[in-house]
C-alpha cells in the first residue's frame, strides 16, 4: 500500500487543522493505521492509531481532547483533526500502516508503510 498524506499549513495557536491519508490499493482495510511525528531534533513519535474497521482509536497523551483520527474505508483514506493546537504541536506528521498489529499503538519499527510527511507548523 502506498500512502499520500496532505492538508498540512501554518495555523495560529488555538487553531485547527485536518490532515488526510489517502493509500492505494485494495488492502486498506487490512491495517491498522496511524498518525506519527517529527520535530527538529527529536525522535518520531505516536500522536493516533486507528483499527481496521475504524472501531478503536488510541491517543498519545499529548492528543487525547484535542485530536481526533477517523478513518473511511470505502475512500481508503485516513484522518487526523487537531484542534487546540500549541507551538508544541509543530512537527512534520506522517501517516503510517501496518498489517500486522495487534493494537491500535505501536512503535515506529511495527509499521511498514510510510506516507510523505506533511508539515504543520503552530505559530504563537
Known amino acids: 500500500v502506498q500512502l499520500q498524506a496532505s492538508g498540512g499549513g501554518l495555523v495560529q495557536v488555538g487553531g485547527s487543522l485536518g490532515l488526510s491519508c489517502e493509500a492505494s490499493?485494495?488492502?486498506?482495510?487490512?491495517?491498522?493505521m496511524a498518525w506519527f511525528r517529527q520535530a527538529p531534533g527529536k525522535e518520531r513519535e505516536f500522536v493516533a492509531g486507528?483499527?481496521?474497521?475504524?472501531?478503536?482509536?488510541d491517543y498519545a497523551d499529548s492528543a487525547k481532547g484535542r485530536f481526533t483520527i477517523y478513518r473511511d474505508n470505502a475512500k481508503n483514506t485516513v484522518y487526523l483533526q487537531m484542534h487546540g493546537l500549541r507551538p508544541e504541536d509543530t512537527a512534520v506528521y506522517y501517516c503510517?500502516?501496518?498489517?500486522?498489529?495487534?493494537?491500535?499503538?505501536?512503535?515506529?519499527?511495527?509499521?511498514?508503510?510510510w506516507g510523505q510527511g506533511t508539515q504543520v507548523t503552530v505559530s504563537s
Open positions: 486507528i483499527s481496521r474497521g475504524g472501531g478503536s482509536t
Open positions: 503510517a500502516a501496518g498489517r500486522f498489529l495487534r493494537n491500535t499503538r505501536g512503535s515506529s519499527s511495527e509499521f511498514t508503510h
Open positions: 490499493g485494495r488492502t486498506f482495510r487490512d491495517y491498522v
